[in-house]
């Protein structure tokens, strides 16, 4: 399979993750033939899951589709765009660099860029790509204080991979005003490096934000702590960064101060910091509860151009309160609840919507945390996950709760679309572990676990044997886990309902269901596990989807599962898997990189190091838009909006 095709089947990054989220906006009922200029388009955000961070380099705590793809790309698209036309593959039309060149065997990567301008009319340059990379690679230097402490609240980066972006750069130049050059440490794949490398970047306007604080002057602060200098093939703790900034000074005072304007959330509408964007629209107004209206930009130098009046997000604390929106018919592009299917007709019927599955290249599940002193031991256990995939009955979850529109996921590879030409032998036979309580039961007694149906199971043969529960687990141990969840869907409430019900009835696991809203559950489950710093916080944690491959679009699977991602939540860490992934870096052809992704996805399958679950269109999107509003199909597989492409009819 040539490098197209491949990439044909494949998707996301940011997504991260990696989180999907859903659609919407507002207008007219009448259906001219001929489009018009002005108007309102109002977009029904996620349940109990608005914007909540504008700053294009989020920490693993914000780093959503909601945040990025739905809300700072359209103010702050990344270097190089990816989403075509609903296909999974980079857009050239809508990057603001050209193409990538490749040289001196893969080590040297070469950008020029196109000279769009920001929205005060000034040039984007490699300059505004260079303080990209200085505030990235003070954020993550890993001789700064550490990120999120007191002593350096930092931004942090969700796509963080040790030895990947930034690590692997050994050095970065600008060559000329609109052109700079990347030095790498080993000779990487071109089109990994431009999918899942050179994907993160976001140009930043260093005329308007290269300060310290708000009263300070512009300056060249970054400058002062620029690039790391790398040690060849070594492992990120033994780079070592030039002159590293301080909390006050430096790339990282630069990094820090942007990222607690960030987090003012009730600044947003009247900081200068943020007016200030290359997107085709810039923030108008904004309120805490996460409404956020956005204008067009005048100067967007890409195309199209916006034709729109003003781009409105809503939020909703649940999918009942979003659909009251769409039934009144106030809402231009919504989603219907799949518990709400049997009224679509009469939606479509009464208020003129049209119907639209959002498919996107995504998979489901939720994390366990590995490292909680007091359970990550059990989770550690191979068989006792096995166990727990075995009580997922993700068939009756989708035709009992997702209304037929969920696909069963096996693994870590995309599950749209249906017969992935590139899902993996293994994974396209069909389930793994298919529901089967009484494999569960034998699974735990074979492993020395008194089963209790209905009540509560305990290890009654600890150790480290064939036969026995495993290191780490005492004698007495209870199989009883609390398990957080996303509030506001009745789909997510009635899955994690039926697995509670399922797995103490059918082999006595214990689960404590406790509910909060989408960024409290996401800020719990990736808050920098390791087992270093362990988390006894959480135990296991769902946020309502899962993870788009996004802004690492091939989905290698570093971000999620690496040793010492930014956004493996729960810190999975396996040798063989680091492996795995780092085969599909450097494969040198198309064929080798097919054949590297099959030997990682088909090894995390079988290891189930989280809980898969029935993934949906987008995370249970099933849109609803005005007929008259042109531009809203085909919709993006990385969750991603285009307002500037909308427009009346």
Request: with cysteine.
């Amino acid at each position: 399979m040539n490098s197209a095709n491949l990439l044909r089947h494949w998707r996301f990054g940011g997504i991260a993750i990696v989180t999907t989220l859903l659609v919407a906006a507002c207008g007219g009922t009448s259906a001219p033939t001929q489009p018009t200029h002005g108007g309102t388009v109002t977009f029904a955000e996620g349940p109990s899951a608005p914007p909540n961070y504008i700053f294009p380099m989020e920490s693993s705590a914000y780093f959503s589709v909601t945040n990025s793809e739905q809300f700072d790309y359209s103010m702050y698209p990344p270097l190089y765009w990816f989403g075509d036309h609903g296909q999974p593959i980079n857009d050239p039309q809508l990057s603001i660099a050209n193409p990538p060149v490749f040289s001196s065997n893969n080590t040297v990567v070469s950008i020029t860029l196109k000279h769009w301008v920001w929205s005060n009319g000034k040039p984007i340059t490699a300059r505004d790509v260079i303080f990209w990379l200085n505030l990235l690679s003070a954020a993550t230097d890993s001789n700064a204080p550490p990120v999120g402490s007191s002593s350096a609240p930092g931004p942090g980066w969700g796509a963080l991979v040790p030895g990947g972006f930034p690590f692997n750069v050994v050095s970065y130049t600008q060559t000329g005003t609109y052109s700079l050059q990347m030095k790498l440490n080993a000779s990487y794949n071109p089109l990994w490096f431009q999918y899942n490398e050179l994907s993160q970047i976001v140009p930043l306007p260093t005329q308007a934000w290269d300060e310290l604080a708000t009263t300070g002057p512009i300056g060249n602060y970054d400058s002062s702590a620029q690039a790391r200098v790398a040690l060849p093939n070594t492992s990120p703790s033994q780079y070592v960064p030039k002159n590293p900034g301080t909390a006050t000074s430096g790339a990282l005072g630069v990094a820090q101060f942007l990222n607690s304007q960030s987090q003012s959330l009730d600044t947003y509408q009247s900081n200068p910091l943020w007016q200030v964007v290359s997107g085709p629209f810039r923030l108008s107004a904004y309120t805490t509860s996460g409404y956020a209206k956005l204008v067009p930009n005048p100067n967007y130098s890409g195309s199209a151009k916006p034709t729109i009046s003003a781009f409105v997000e809503e939020p909703f604390t649940s999918d009942t309160a979003e659909f009251n929106a769409l039934e009144a018919g106030t809402l231009t592009i919504g989603y219907i609840p799949p518990q709400d299917l049997a009224q679509k007709a009469s939606l479509e019927r009464r208020f003129g919507y049209s119907f639209a599955p959002w498919y996107g290249s995504a998979f489901t599940y939720f994390p366990y945390n590995f490292t909680n002193p007091k359970t990550g031991p059990i989770f550690k256990q191979l068989y006792f996950r096995q166990a727990v995939q075995s009580l997922v009955n993700q068939p009756q979850y989708i035709k009992d709760f997702l209304g037929g529109y969920a696909t069963v996921t096996n693994g870590p590879v995309p599950t749209w679309p249906v017969g992935n030409a590139d899902e993996s032998p293994l994974e396209a036979k069909g389930q793994i572990y298919p529901y089967d309580p009484a494999k569960a039961v034998s699974l735990l007694q074979d492993h020395g676990w008194t089963v209790k149906k209905g009540g509560t199971s305990f290890c009654s043969r600890p150790g480290t044997g064939a036969n026995q529960c495993g290191a780490g687990i005492s004698s007495g141990e209870t199989l009883a886990f609390t398990l957080l969840y996303q509030s506001g869907s009745v789909p997510l409430t009635n899955e994690m309902e039926a697995l509670q019900s399922a797995a103490q009835r059918s082999a006595g696991i214990d689960l404590t269901l406790s509910t909060a809203p989408f960024a409290q559950v996401i800020g719990t489950a990736f808050n920098g596990c390791t087992t270093a710093t362990p988390c006894s916080g959480w135990e296991l944690a769902n946020w309502g989807g899962g993870w788009s491959y996004s802004p690492d679009y091939l989905p290698t699977g570093g971000e999620i599962f690496g040793t010492g991602a930014s956004s493996n939540a729960g810190d999975y860490s396996i040798p063989t898997n680091d492996a795995n992934i780092q085969a599909t870096h450097t494969a040198s052809s198309a064929a080798a990189e097919l054949k590297a992704l099959f030997t990682y996805e088909n090894y995390l399958a079988q290891q189930v190091p989280v809980v898969y679950m029935p993934t949906t269109p987008e995370q249970d999107e099933l849109v609803l838009y005005k007929s008259n509003l042109r531009g809203v199909t085909p919709l993006d597989p990385y969750g991603s909006i285009y307002p500037q492409d909308y427009s009346f009819s």
